[in-house]
Nanobody
Framework: QVQLVESGGGLVQPGGSLRLSCAAS????????MGWYRQAPGKQRELVAS???????NYADSVKGRFTISRDNAKNTVYLQMNNLKPEDTAVYYC???????WGQGTQVTISS
């Protein structure tokens, strides 16, 4: 079972940037399609970006052109670079394999002036 620890969240102003990291345990990390999800207060958790083991990304329309997902399989780490952040991006962000795995604690991202 993959264990995941998210980090990099914080409070930034609209238009700012953050880079989230997700460190995973396990020697077979590279086979997983990994996803970044977010859950805003009062809303359902949603998938915002995913990346295959080979590095092919996919994005939700709401973040396309602003967020970039990447991974370093040698470091068992997935990243989410978030640019031009908007107040509606405020949420707890989680990473998890698209299939299997379990939810970590997430990292809070707050966009506010």
């Amino acid at each position: 079972q993959v264990q995941l620890v998210e980090s990099g969240g914080g409070l930034v102003q609209p238009g700012g940037s953050l880079r989230l990291s997700c460190a995973a345990s396990g020697s077979i990390f590279s086979i997983y399609v990994m996803g970044w999800y977010r859950q805003a207060p009062g809303k359902q958790r949603e998938l915002v970006a995913s990346i295959t083991g080979g590095g092919s990304p996919n994005y939700a329309d709401s973040v396309k052109g602003r967020f970039t997902i990447s991974r370093d399989n040698a470091k068992n780490t997935v990243y989410l670079q978030m640019n031009n952040l908007k107040p509606e991006d405020t949420a707890v962000y989680y990473c998890k394999p698209l299939l299997g795995g379990s939810w970590g604690q997430g990292t809070q991202v707050t966009i506010s002036s």
